[in-house]
């Protein structure tokens, strides 16, 4: 068949491709974030705030605003009398989602309280007023006295249990993608070599994330 031919039929098929309806895996990680965070706040920690979660992750794993909703996802929300995995983890994504920010040099005043906030929820921040009147935006950090240092020590500790940051940022992304169901446990195949022993397991997508993709962002509209 003639080349140009080919061109026309492959313009048509892209024309036809561009008509239709928007849908998830047309999102960007900013746009995918920015679900992620209405359908948190609406929702809570649901499969498909977790779906959004990973998903805008997966697209940039720096991205501030998904880190932030990560970091949320994982945190208690109160006062906590010792330090917890999940805490652990929230921080981590608070701390990369910092790093980020203050690397770009965004203003991010969200950020900022969030993170005083789940200082506070560690024991590593005193409200220096009457704590019966504490606001709950934690917008103003001059009302409270951080043991920063102690906070910053103490999830260094922790991380040390995983080998990295980065080791246990992985490890998180890889729990809410199974907590969205996007991820699955590789089946090894019949006859392939066994694994070595104690090795971790190793995930990959599911067939529930190509499906979801392709979800029209018009069902999505309830969240805007």
């Known amino acids: 068949m003639d080349f140009w031919l080919r061109v026309g039929e492959f313009e048509q098929f892209l024309d036809r491709w561009r008509k239709r309806p928007p849908q998830i895996r047309d999102l960007s990680d900013e746009e995918a974030a920015a679900y992620a965070m209405r359908i948190f706040q609406r929702l809570g920690r649901t499969k498909n705030s977790a779906r959004f979660i990973y998903h805008a992750l997966a697209l940039n794993s720096n991205q501030p605003q998904a880190l932030m909703c990560l970091s949320d996802y994982f945190r208690t929300g109160a006062r906590i009398d010792k330090i917890t995995e999940n805490y652990v983890f929230a921080a981590v994504a608070m701390e990369r989602a910092r790093v980020k920010v203050e690397a770009s040099r965004q203003e ?78 590789e089946k090894r195949l019949f006859g392939a070599k066994p694994a070595p022993l104690n090795a971790p397991p190793h995930y990959v997508r599911s067939a529930a994330y190509a499906g979801w993709l392709r979800t029209d962002l018009k069902t999505l509209a309830v969240y805007h």
């Open 108 to 185: 991010f005043p969200e950020l900022d309280a969030a993170r005083l906030r789940l200082i506070w929820e560690g024991g590593f921040a005193t409200y220096l007023k009457d704590a019966a009147a504490m606001p709950k935006d934690f917008a103003d950090l001059t009302q409270f006295s951080l043991r920063e240092n102690d906070y910053l020590h103490t999830i260094g500790q922790e991380i040390k249990k995983y080998g990295s940051v980065e080791a246990a940022f992985q490890k998180i992304h890889i729990l809410i993608g199974l907590k969205g169901e996007l991820l699955q446990e």
